[in-house]
């Protein structure tokens, strides 16, 4: 869940309304990238990255009310304004466990009500309208309180996604294979680096902490 890009820093760019609170500044910000997704081109693979996504609804029954689209473009898999899932058409040319894992983690993103969970973050320090003088002073903070949120919450995606896997008869060596098809990433605002990932999905499945695992370089 990439949402995170639009920091404190970042608001001036959007350009804040009359009014307007940080959730509204937010979800703007989300719907502007949920319209310049493009629709995927192939209809056969798209109906095969959805086929994935309606069987993994099926087995895990989420409460949750999720839109799921299947576009165009770079992107690979993401979730927007906390209940739309969005995903990579080419997804469809990846082995279905792999595939399957990279959905399920975005479905993880919204069953643990991640959006809502960064949004009290957010108000936390940015209350009431957004204004200039309000953001800059607590951007700093902000962004780094955010940014640790955002790496657990990644943890906790992958760890739902691994069970996900299980209740389907895959392993974690499918999980592990999605993270190396992609490369090794470093850390980032947003996500923890493979390597820390890989290490708490491995602690997740022996059962130990998160915590402990996202120590592991």
């Known amino acids: ?21 940080i959730m509204d500044v937010l979800r703007r910000s989300q719907d502007q990238r949920l319209d310049a997704l493009k629709p995927a081109q192939d209809a056969q693979r798209a109906q095969t990255v959805r086929a994935t996504f309606e069987k993994l609804f099926q087995a895990l029954k989420p409460e949750v009310t999720v839109e799921f689209r299947v576009v165009s473009g770079p992107i690979i898999a993401e979730t927007l304004r906390g209940d739309v899932i969005v995903a990579n058409e080419s997804l469809a040319d990846m082995p279905e466990g792999e595939r399957a894992f990279i959905i399920a983690h975005e479905l993880g993103h919204v069953s643990e009500g991640h959006w809502a ?44 996604a691994l069970q996900a896997l299980a209740r389907l008869g895959w392993s974690v060596d499918v999980a592990l294979s999605a993270f ?26 022996a059962g130990t902490s998160l915590a402990d695992a996202a120590e592991a370089k």
């Open 117 to 160: 969970q960064m949004g009290r973050v957010y108000q936390r320090w940015v209350p009431g309208e957004v204004t200039q003088d309000k953001t800059d002073p607590v951007a700093a903070m902000l962004g780094l309180e955010a940014s640790g949120l955002a790496h657990r919450q990644e943890y906790a995606a992958d760890a739902f």
């Open 180 to 205: 190396l098809r992609q490369g090794v990433q470093h850390d980032t605002a947003t996500h923890p680096g493979t390597r820390k990932r890989i290490a708490s999905l491995r602690a997740a499945q």
């Open 1 to 21: 869940m990439r949402w995170l890009h639009l920091t404190v820093l970042g608001m001036a760019l959007v350009g804040p309304a009359h009014s307007e609170d």
